[in-house]
């Protein structure tokens, strides 16, 4: 079944909406059957992930990781990072790059969470819904939606829908979402699209494959997911000739 028109926006009709929910179901379930279902173990508590958060921006998980880890030896807890010398933080978060704008943010991240008790906590969250939760994490410096949402999912369980790079472009190309779709418009669409129970493998899977299969330069020939891909129809097969067609071929970053 390969449907081709898809929004930009999260509203849509109910017959396209269903047409899309099959379909994206479809994905996930050929996904699940290549890369299993993703187990959620591993991942930092709220706070750890916030800080792991920040440091991740515009840089690889590796130097992300190297940070963390160096952030951590040095200062070990939390209350500790946030009442350093700022200097000694970005000194320990240097592998990460950008210290010099990290190394505050950090802080006056962990200033802002920082409980009656003394302690940074996000426990706080639990009591909102996922909007407000997600709307009040974005009010801190260096969080957006991408962010907001990984803290929700991954640390609490709270069922929010991170578009990275490689969702955005896989969504993409396969047309669940539109091809001009900016991420947070793709974030609104996938978060109605997906059901909510399915955020967590959907997100993973939809990554891995991003990673090893649908790349900027797409390994289609090992793909199975190319009778539902409207990127394979149009751009390997086809020749893009309509504007929507040349949209959906550009999408490749
Ligand atoms: S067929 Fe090609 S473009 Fe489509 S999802 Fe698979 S790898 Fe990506």
Known sequence: ???????ERPEMEQAQFDTLRTKTLEV???????????????????????????????????????????????????????DADVREVR????????SEIKAPRIQEALRRITQPDGHP???FLRHMNVEEARNWLMGIKGVGPKTASIILLFSMGRPAFPVDT?????????????????REQAH??????????????????????GREVCRPQPRCEVCVLRDLCCYYAACVQGTPTGEEKS??????S
Not at 1 to 7: H, W
Not at 170 to 180: D, E, K, M, N, S
Not at 247 to 252: F, L
Request: hydrophobic share 35%; net charge positive; aromatic share 6%.
């Open 1 to 7: 079944m390969k449907v081709c028109r898809a929004p």
């Open 247 to 252: 949209a959906v071929c550009e999408t490749g």
């Open 121 to 123: 906590s996000l426990d």
């Open 91 to 98: 000194e320990a978060i240097h592998p990460a790059g950008l």
């Open 188 to 209: 609104d669409i996938l978060e109605r699209l997906v059901p909510p129970e399915l955020y967590y493998p959907f997100h993973i899977n939809v990554i891995r494959h």
């Open 28 to 82: 996930h379930d050929r996904l699940v059957r290549v890369f299993g279902t993703p187990s959620r173990t591993g991942h930092l508590d709220p706070v750890s992930e916030l800080v792991s958060a920040i440091l991740s921006q515009n840089t690889s998980d590796v130097n992300r990781d190297r940070a963390y880890r160096r952030l951590r030896t040095r200062l070990p807890t939390w209350e500790a990072v946030r």
């Open 166 to 182: 490689h969702i955005h472009r896989v969504t993409r190309r396969l047309a669940l979402i539109g091809p001009r779709a900016s």
